[in-house]
């Protein structure tokens, strides 16, 4: 007799409530967050700014996004984390509200913009660990090649849309409904993880948070590969928010047709996201960071479109493959960090991840004006094109990131491979 299929739920069981809710809000607030650093940097502009004031501002929300995560890193390891999210949510939304205000009333000055990017950042900084450490807490390891390539495919997708209406709306009506639009998608996103509830609650802890943050690090700088990466993506970062916070915009201005070009382009890095997060469903690579840094080299693409003044349709092409290559990168880098990562370390490894990944973000945007007046706009993107792909090809060079496989769940501990990196010693 042969077996019915399963009915949709049964196969969809690996997609819980928590993970359904968690991913729901992430593309609403992804749907503002993809239009207002567009809408922020052409606000600038319009207020009479330059290449250099659109950094300061970038720059501004950046500084206490990497002062306070190793805050929100704690915080969630100690705290339910959906409440955090929903805190960092209703904070975020209020300090949009303010600035789109601001920027409607058409007497914004820089340091309103300054102060009031600043808050997002401190917002962005309690949600992001939080976020992490849930997501990651909701998925079984056997699915999370799968639910992590839905997860980042869901997000991504809200790149596409936000991006292009970001961009759109900013033209026709103006960036400060862009970020209004942008407060309401944080107020929607808070009310959501309002359902949230903790899959385990947080484990007690014995001691302060001082000890807690050692023991964060403890288990974020004994695994090599783990650093090494992230080193990698302290210059890489800062040489990415350059070229789209800062370059992207004031080519678009001067070279393309404004805020829709630069929106078209962002979208087609949406494009890019999405479409490999449908492979990556279905792909399960062995060596999983080895294969992640294959993506990497592609990140250093739209700089090196923006360099050379391609055409609006092979800038594009570059943020398309763009795309690709975030996403390769993102799903095996998740599916390391929950496989090797003890849970109740979720939120504080993120911290620390970020913290560094982000380290350089503030001093790379604040300088990206200063150096496009020392080099000219496109020798500092050559300069960053550069830098991409050189840090693609070095961190090949540790062993740990080449070797690191997947393991599977199902088979016992005696069956089971030497893993690549030694597990963290018992404090």
Do not use: K
């Not at 992804?30 to 970038?58: D, R, S």
């Not at 601001?102 to 949600?127: E, F, I, N, T």
């Not at 403890?218 to 040489?239: N, T, Y």
Request: with cysteine; hydrophobic share 55%.
């Amino acid at each position: 007799m042969p077996t019915p299929h399963p009915p949709p739920a049964r196969r969809l069981a690996w997609a819980s409530r928590n993970f359904r809710i968690q991913t729901a809000a992430t593309v609403i607030s992804g749907l503002g967050n993809a239009g207002a650093p567009i809408a922020t940097a052409f606000a600038v502009l319009g207020n009479g700014g330059g290449t250099a004031e659109v950094g300061y501002v970038t720059a501004a929300r950046l500084l206490p996004t990497v002062l306070f995560l190793l805050l929100g890193g704690t915080l969630a390891d100690r705290l339910p984390r959906h409440r955090i999210m929903v805190g960092a949510n209703l904070f975020s939304a209020v300090a949009q509200a303010v600035l789109a205000a601001l920027v409607l009333a058409g007497d914004v000055r820089l340091w309103q913009l300054l102060v009031l990017s600043a808050a997002g950042g401190a917002g962005y900084a309690l949600y992001a660990p939080a976020a992490g450490g849930m997501i990651m807490q909701a998925v079984p390891q056997e699915h999370a090649t799968r639910a992590f390539s839905v997860f980042r495919m869901s997000q991504n997708a809200a790149q596409i849309g936000g991006a292009a209406l970001g961009g759109a709306l900013t033209t026709a009506v103006g960036p400060g409904w862009v970020l209004a639009l942008d407060a309401l998608c944080f107020l929607l996103s808070a009310a959501l993880r309002f359902l949230l509830e903790p899959e385990s609650a947080p484990a007690p802890s014995g001691g302060s948070m001082l000890r807690d943050l050692r023991e964060g690090w403890r288990e974020f700088s004994s695994r090599r590969w783990l650093w090494v990466i992230v080193l990698q993506f302290a210059v890489l970062i800062a040489c990415i928010n350059a070229v789209e916070a800062v370059y992207g915009p004031t080519y678009a201005n001067e070279y393309l047709g404004g805020a829709t070009d630069w929106g078209l382009a962002m979208s087609a890095y949406g494009f890019g996201l999405v479409a490999t997060g449908l492979l990556m469903v279905r792909w399960r690579p062995r060596r999983i960071l080895l294969v992640g840094n294959w993506g990497v080299f592609l990140f250093g693409l739209p700089a090196l479109a923006l360099a050379a003044r391609f055409p609006l349709p092979l800038l594009i092409a570059a943020m398309f493959l763009s795309g690709v290559g975030v996403t390769v990168f993102g799903v095996n880098w998740m599916v390391a960090l929950q496989q090797e990562i003890p849970e109740e370390m979720f939120s504080r490894v993120t911290a620390y991840d970020e913290l560094g990944s982000y380290s350089l973000a503030p001093i790379g945007t604040a300088l990206a004006g200063p150096a496009a007046v020392v080099l000219g706009l496109s020798g500092a993107l050559w300069a960053c094109a550069g830098l991409c792909l050189l840090l693609s090809a070095l961190v090949l060079i540790d062993p740990q990131v080449r070797r690191l496989s997947r393991r599977d769940p199902h088979r016992s501990t005696a069956d089971a491979p030497v893993p690549a990196v030694a597990p963290t010693p018992t404090p």
